[in-house]
Structure formats: C-alpha cells, structure tokens
C-alpha cells in the first residue's frame, strides 16, 4: 500500500479542533498516512517570531501535499505577512479552487447550485507591492500574461475534466481597461482551444448579484485573486456558510489543501466549530493524489449525515460537537 506523507498545519483559533476531526476522518480510511506537524500563523509568530518557520518550509518541500488549518493574520505588525499567501507563492500554486454546492439537509437560500469559482492564487493585489507616502497610500496591481494564461487554461481543463459545459470570465475590464482588459483577452484567447465549452462574461459586481439571485446559470468561474476571495464568500453564502466551504491550492508541482473560512477566535476553544470545510478539503487532497474513489466517499458520507440532520454543528441549526460530527461521518463512511 502507498504511504502518503502530508504536512499538517493545525493553525490557529478553531484550527487544531477541525483538524484533529479531520484527521480523525482520514485515519479511519484504511489508507496509510504519515502525518507530519508544521507550524505556521500566529501561533508560529509568537513563539519564533515567523509566522512561516523555515523548518515548516522544508519540511513540506519533502511531502506529497499539505493540509492546512485556518491561521489568523493581524492587521499589524507590516512585517507579519499572512502564511497562507506566502506558501501561495512560494510553491507556485496558481490555481485556487472552490467548489460550492446544495448539500442536501443543509437550510439555503438555493437548492441547485452546483459551481466552482477557479481564482489565479499568485498576484494581483495580492503581490503586497504597497507604499505610503507622505499621507498616502498606493498599491500595485500586478497581472502577468503568464498568470492569465495559465489559469484560464486551468479553468477550462477543470470544466471538461468535470463535465460542466460553461466557463464564465468574470472581470472589471469596463473600468480596469489595463489589468482587467489583458485578463480578459488572454481568456478569450485559450477559450479558443475549447470549442465544445461555452465561454461568457461578467463583470465583476454582476456576477456577485447573480449569484446570490440565480446560481443555477454558472459552472466554472475564472477570476482573478481579489474577486475571486470575494465572489467566494458571496457563493458560501447561498449554500450554508462558510463551515462547507473547502478549496485547494495546486500548482505544477504540489498542493495545499484548506477551509475557506478563517481561524474564527471567537469560538477557539468551544468544540463547536463544522469542521465539514476542512473534511471536504481533505477529501480534495486524497482525489489529488490519486484516490478519486474515497475522496468521493467521504463527500457522500458528510452529505449522508447532512441529509439525516441528527448530526449537526451550531452554524447549521444544531447543536453536534466538532469531534461528535466527525464520528458521524466514520460512522456514514463504514456503511458505504
């Protein structure tokens, strides 16, 4: 049998707690994990003064892929930079991916949504690249022709990879005619290698009220990093709340694979935290790594305790424990 070797980053506020439920699901799997801690976040900052150690660095260079808990990044101070957009771009993963769908049990403002919002995960205004002067403030950003192209390739190898018949561009370029405008041509132009895949636009803040009015009409979204972080929340929104939320983060050559939603320090500490987000994110790792089979199962196994409804978190009307949700889903995933 493989032995896949995953660093794990616990995090932050909720973050050991949904991932201890985590863990837990995927050491129930039959599979053979080496499970290896790194740090990163606040809790590396305090401790070493990093919130990204060099040591959880190489480690990770060493592993199959990484799961990551939510870390919490201060507005200050300036030399704290977010772990999370460092580890982006320090491994090169490009592709942010995030798939939102009905889970069936769970009260929503719709009930057939079924997208994914594909969102380039290295620059923009992202890149950090800000000054002040004087009394002012400026930022720079940053859209490559490499990045378009890449990530709109991306997007539309994911869409015929997974049956969906529509890719829709969504951009500012009516306002942002430089940056907006190169993203939008450079999609427009790989769109052209896929002839039997619908290609359309959006601009920006339309594409944020048709989603909450008819998310039905969307498949695959391909944006860039700032709308993409937003449209996101947007989308959790009408399918439950961030507690379902997962996404990965994958390049040519590794992945990291996390909850959309943050460390949530109000409740660190209460056992009540859905760690559904970051099990459906581990259930994208295994498909990564070539286990599509049980990374379906476990998928199939928390919409199964979803549908029941005896099992469910604060976030979704109930009053189940992190830990006592992630039995459930064992539990769900014997049976199948």
């Avoid at 636009?201 to 989603?211: G, L, P, R, T």
């Avoid at 790792?285 to 409804?309: C, P, Q, R, T, W």
């Amino acid at each position: 049998m493989k032995k896949y070797k995953i660093a794990v980053i616990h995090g932050d506020g909720i973050g050991p707690e949904v991932m201890e439920a985590t863990l837990y699901v995927l050491n129930n799997l039959g599979l053979n994990f080496e499970f290896i801690p790194v740090e990163a976040g606040l809790n590396a900052w305090k401790k070493y003064k990093n919130p990204l150690p060099e040591e959880t660095i190489d480690i990770i260079r060493k592993t199959d892929a990484c799961l990551k808990g939510p870390t919490q990044t201060p507005p200050g101070p300036e030399t704290f930079k977010s772990p999370t957009v460092t580890l982006r771009k320090l491994f090169d993963l490009y592709a942010n991916i995030r798939p939102f769908k009905s889970r069936p049990g769970v009260p929503s403002i719709h009930k057939n949504v079924n997208m994914i919002i594909v969102r380039e995960n290295t620059e923009e205004l992202y890149s950090g690249i800000e000054y002040s002067i004087g009394e002012n403030s400026i930022a720079i950003r940053v859209i490559t022709k490499k990045a378009c192209e890449r990530i709109a390739r991306f997007a539309f190898n994911l869409a015929k990879k997974e049956g969906y018949k529509k890719v829709t561009i969504v951009h500012k370029a009516n306002v942002l005619k430089v940056t907006d405008g190169l993203f939008r041509s450079i999609c427009f132009e790989v769109a052209k290698e896929y002839p039997d895949i619908i290609t359309e636009e959006m601009i920006v803040d339309s594409a944020a009220m048709k989603i909450v009015m008819n998310p039905s009409d969307f498949n695959v979204i391909v944006t860039t990093n700032l709308y993409g972080d937003i449209l996101s929340d947007v989308a959790a929104g009408i399918t439950g709340g961030l507690g379902l939320a997962p996404s990965a983060n994958i390049g040519d050559k590794y992945a990291i694979f996390e909850a959309v939603h943050g460390s949530a320090p109000d409740i660190a500490g209460k056992g009540i935290a859905n760690p559904s987000a970051l099990i459906l994110s581990s259930a994208m790792m295994l498909k990564y790594l070539g286990e599509e089979k049980i990374g379906k199962m476990i998928e199939n196994a928390i919409d199964s305790v979803l549908s029941e409804g005896k099992y469910l978190t604060k976030d979704l009307g109930g009053n189940t424990k992190t830990m006592e949700f992630a039995k459930a889903v064992v539990e769900k995933l014997n049976k199948l």
